[in-house]
């Protein structure tokens, strides 16, 4: 039997082979493992990632289901894959609830939800590939469309 120097590089491309293959080319456009950095981070602000808690840190990532909290006189900013801006002021609490980006269309979905503090968000690619596929959630209400720029203040919720 052949033994492959790059195991996982033999499996690919067995994939890629496959009748299957445009489904599998598909999925692996739309899985990112990643879907934003931090680009500043002032203060103090944690990213916690199912039960675990980090340091914010300039070049941490963001995947999707991440919760990135800013403490008082604290604030940062994030860069997403489709070139979107999400600023986050102090005492902010921000989930990204869903993100899938393909650089080839511009097309894909970002959702967050905002549950407290104020965040400025400017839209990249995807909002103008369409105006549905950028949601900002709060407690009281959401936010679609393709505007240029959002500015969202939601207070503590009582």
Same mark, same amino acid.
């Given at each position: 039997m052949k *033994? &492959?120097?790059?195991?996982? #590089? $033999? %499996? #690919?491309?067995?994939?890629l082979a496959?009748? /299957?293959a445009?489904?599998?080319?598909e *999925?692996?456009?739309? &899985? *990112? ?5 931090i680009k500043?981070?002032?203060g103090?602000v *944690? +990213? ?18 991440d +919760?990135?909290i ?9 860069? &997403?894959? !489709?070139n979107?801006? %999400?600023?986050?002021?102090? !005492?902010?609490?921000?989930?990204l609830?869903r993100?899938?980006? !393909? ?6 979905? &970002?959702?967050v939800f ?6 400025s968000l ?6 103008? /590939?369409?105006? !549905? ?7 009281k209400?959401e936010?679609?469309?393709? $505007?240029?720029?959002?500015? +969202? /203040?939601?207070?503590d919720a009582?």
């Amino acid at each position: 039997m052949k *033994q &492959f120097k790059y195991p996982l #590089a $033999a %499996l #690919a491309v067995a994939a890629l082979a496959s009748p /299957s293959a445009p489904a599998l080319a598909e *999925q692996a456009v739309l &899985f *990112q493992p990643w879907a934003a950095g931090i680009k500043v981070s002032n203060g103090t602000v *944690q +990213i916690v990632h199912g039960e675990k808690t980090y340091n914010g840190r300039v070049g941490a990532k963001l995947r999707v289901n991440d +919760i990135v909290i800013t403490g008082e006189n604290s604030s940062v900013g994030l860069v &997403f894959l !489709d070139n979107s801006t %999400l600023t986050m002021g102090p !005492d902010t609490e921000v989930e990204l609830k869903r993100y899938n980006y !393909d650089p080839t269309t511009y097309m894909g979905a &970002f959702d967050v939800f905002v549950k407290k503090g104020t965040v400025s968000l400017q839209p990249g690619d995807l909002a103008e /590939s369409g105006p !549905d596929n950028v949601s900002v959630t709060t407690p009281k209400a959401e936010l679609k469309g393709n $505007a240029k720029q959002l500015l +969202i /203040s939601v207070g503590d919720a009582k």
